[in-house]
């Protein structure tokens, strides 16, 4: 396939209208490459969509997304509006100099200028972040495993600066690395194999893969790859980020749609919008929402002109790391071939997470990885990595590598980093010749499990499906985001505490990720901690039945007290 030939193929030039519309793609077009060539799919009968959604599942698929108590949101609501009223009394004092302000602000020489910083944007970081800033950020001094060694710091100015004592806090409980089957780790044989190609090849590669950056190992790594997810090739990049950022752009452009999940991942985001395409947002795992999107784009084509779209592009994640839920795949695809769109599929939390063989979604839910015309994930949680890679048919990637910024403009990927992805989904193949990674993927799932059940029967609000690793506890209120982080790296448990704008602003969460490496015993100690915690702070907010009665929740506490 020449180059000439996969510009157009990519840019939509090479489909074309047909006048007769038996003859023409689900959204308008002759899809006369083989990189788009799909069987025609007649419509199914009409059912009823529970009844046809069923079929698609060869296995119960449960998710919970308890609805916020009524109470609880309102008492969020007012959190943050007494933090705003007290934000905006601050900045009068900052103006008026009764109180320092430690953010850059143009000197006042330079006030007729554009201003360089927007004061008012800002308002969020001055008044809200920086009182629970303390929570992020903290410096760690050890390998971030299932323990991992935390640098004491103290701040003298309420979170505006730290410093650091000297001391450490060592063996803390890690639940909050993606360390999802324990390849991060600075003994055994990805740590070995790491260190002899480190001693072969150095640390950095100093070119892009298309000058003279392009090793045997880049190229193992990519047969590797493209054997483990069960495609025709794939390619492989340096940063994971990127990989979305990057590509995107490169598969579609103006005149063509992109429909994109609604908790779809930063970097997805920034592709679709980097790419010039139009986009449509569905509701999240909704798919009444995704089949209205397509319906309407296939009748009424682009804005304006009414011309059919070029290409259809249906942009979903494996695991959603805010939620914790998994797509719907089975349904995404049938819809999918319904319409005859495409899908990118982003597995940067479901691939090696998921899976009787840890490869992924596809293989979570069964189904055949060629329904699936772009497939994505990054290397940097269940490989212990850095990094992430595209797979698909031959044509696709061939296409990328003359075609992609992140291909052409990027520094090749560091070789021991490339060797331990090598040696880590080796692993988890089993072509080391052992089972271990067969063993982590068990762990992993039964630890999934037990962390999960634990938190339900304890009285709180988690959301995501029953066999994600990624499990999210609701925190809701502003004030105990600061509290809870505080609270549990006290009983020396480390654990990320999320709010606005990363989630919505009455939704602030603790999330947990669960690793292959926790023990039972390190999972005990972290389910002990969070409950005692949660006592403390009134965070048991299900009403829904549970085991026993551990500790109080905030309804059984306000009612205690009522005359």
Known sequence: MTQNSSSK????????????????????????????????????AEKSHHASCTSLYKKPFMESFEETPLLVAVLTYMGYGILTIFGYLRDFLRDWKFEKCHLA?????????????????????????????????????SV?????NLMERVTPDYNWTF??????????????????????????????????????????????????????????????????????????????????????????????????????????????????????????????????LLRDAIVHGQPRTHRPWKKILIVVEGIYSMEGSIVRLPEVLALKKKYKAYLYLDEAHSIGALGPRGRGVVDYFG??????????????????AAGGYIGGKKELIDYLRIHSHSAVYATSMSPPITQQIITSMKCIMGEDGTTLGQERLCQLSENTTYFRRRLHEMGFIIYGNNDSPVVPL????????????????????????????????????????????????????????????????????????????EGTDCFSFLEGHQD
């Open 9 to 44: 193929l990519l840019n939509g030039d090479a489909l074309h209208r047909t006048k007769q519309d038996t003859k023409a793609g689900g959204n308008g077009f002759v899809k006369n490459h083989c990189l788009f060539r799909q069987k025609r799919y007649r419509r199914p």
């Open 105 to 141: 602000r143009e000197r006042e020489e330079q006030k007729a200028f554009v201003p360089l910083y927007q004061d008012f944007e800002n308002f969020y970081t001055r008044n809200l972040y920086m009182r629970i800033r303390d929570n992020w950020n903290r410096p760690i001094c």
């Open 144 to 148: 971030p495993g299932a323990k991992m």
């Open 163 to 292: 410093e650091h004592t000297g001391n450490v806090l060592k063996d803390v409980i890690n639940m909050g690395s993606y360390n999802y089957l324990g390849f991060a780790e600075n003994t055994g044989t990805c740590a070995d194999t790491a260190s002899e190609c480190t001693v072969k090849y150095g640390v950095g590669m100093s070119s892009t893969r298309q000058e003279i950056g392009n090793l045997d190992k880049h190229e193992e790594l990519e047969e590797l790859v493209a054997r483990f997810l069960g495609v025709e090739s794939s390619m492989a990049f340096g940063m994971g980020f990127a990989t979305n950022s990057m590509n995107i752009p490169a598969l579609t452009g103006k005149g063509c749609l992109i429909l994109s999940d609604e908790l779809n991942h930063a970097s997805l985001v920034l592709g679709a919008r980097l790419s010039g395409s139009t986009i449509r947002v569905f509701k999240h795992n909704n798919m009444q929402s995704l089949e209205k």
């Open 367 to 384: 189904l055949d990885p060629s329904d699936v015309d772009i497939m994505m994930g990054t290397f940097t949680k269940s490989f212990g």
């Open 474 to 549: 609701m925190l809701y209120m502003p004030a105990k985001i600061g509290a809870f982080g505080r609270e549990m790296l006290k009983r020396n448990i480390g654990t990320v505490v999320v709010g606005f704008p990363a989630t919505p602003i009455s939704e602030s969460r603790a999330r947990f990720c669960v690793s292959a490496a926790h023990t039972r015993e390190m999972l005990d100690t972290a389910l002990n901690a969070i409950s005692e915690v949660g006592d403390l702070l009134q965070l048991k907010y299900s009403r829904k039945h549970r085991r026993g009665s």
